[in-house]
């Protein structure tokens, strides 16, 4: 079985000095914890959306592009740009860790840095974070700040944008683009759509999360949608009891952030503490497979995948601590009648087939 996973934050750890090569005691993920798992591919993102303050975001995302390239220097480990290395990597029993880009700050408005970017290997581009720019909005900000946006949706540069990833076979990634950015996507959009780590918005109506309408869209465009399984995206009625977990915990939370002296080790250092806390208070595995079988059931099983943003989020469902368990994914839908050939498809086969049309 091949198996990939859309989406990792683990850059972020490696940002702070963290030795994220060999087994550590905290996270979702290392590399050795990844080469032991049942994880074939593994997206590493490049996020640069809240940067240091003493460096540009363009120099900041190079930074993490070099942390992350520099991985291939690992054994067992690949960082691959053509589906043919992802393929080799495979039969050679290698680690494939390409690397895609989250939020577009790092282009500075500047069509060059985005062409720096794809030259050195990009495996998708998702313009927004949660941060609206200049040329594109994003779903936080069409959600909470549209008054005081400069540009709703996508403006010629924003469309520039789109259609030079395109051009050079990087896929365009819809996760926390805003509705009218997606939709002026779609109407432009001359290749499969993605959408690495967002959840079913019908389910779970948050703001990260796809409606019917775009789902049906991502579909049209022989696309690929990877489902989120952070609790605040598949359950409506995680918020409550996570905010008495957090209230709770509010002093030493404090505590651990104010010994940190980046934003990243602060955010970081009370991630790793709530994942062990909030574990007790999660939804399971079985409402994150729930998003699946919405999706499968409305457009079909050649769609849908997983993006598990790992090292992103404070949570997972309950049983689910860390990239080891990813397969207990799959151990879900076998119990619930889907077949091998089925299975494979959703842990690894669909972005393969997307891969299959973008880059051959």
Known sequence: MFVADLHNDLVQRMMIGEDVTKNTSSGHTDIERLKLSAIDLEVMIVWASEKDANTSYFEFASKMYDKLKALEKVEGVSVPITLNDIKTAKQNNQLSLPIAMEGGEALENKIENLEYFIN?????????????????????????????????????????????????????????IGEKSFWDTIAITKQPIIASHSSVYKLCPHFRNLKDDQIVAIKNTNGFIGLNPYPFFIDPTFKSREQKVRTAFKEQLNELADKQETTAGKW?????????????????????????????????????????????????????????????????????????????????????????????
């Open 120 to 176: 050195k290997g990009l495996f998708y581009f998702g313009p927004t974070w949660n941060h609206s720019l200049d040329w594109v909005s994003s779903g936080y900000g069409e959600t909470h700040k549209q008054s005081s946006l400069k540009t709703v949706g996508l403006n010629k540069f924003g469309i520039d944008v789109i259609h030079l990833c395109q051009e050079n076979r990087v896929l365009v990634d819809m996760s926390h």
């Open 268 to 360: 970081i250092v009370k991630q790793h503490f709530l994942q062990k806390e909030l574990s007790s208070v999660c939804p399971g595995m079985d409402i994150f497979v729930d998003h699946i079988d919405y999706i499968v059931k409305m457009i079909g099983i050649d769609y849908v995948g997983v993006g598990s943003d790992y090292d992103g989020l404070d949570c997972l469902p309950k049983s689910w601590n860390d990239c080891m368990d990813h397969m207990l994914i799959a151990q879900e839908l076998e119990k619930r009648g889907y077949t091998s050939e089925e299975i494979e498809k959703v842990m690894g086969k669909n972005i393969l087939r997307v891969l299959e049309e973008v880059w051959a």
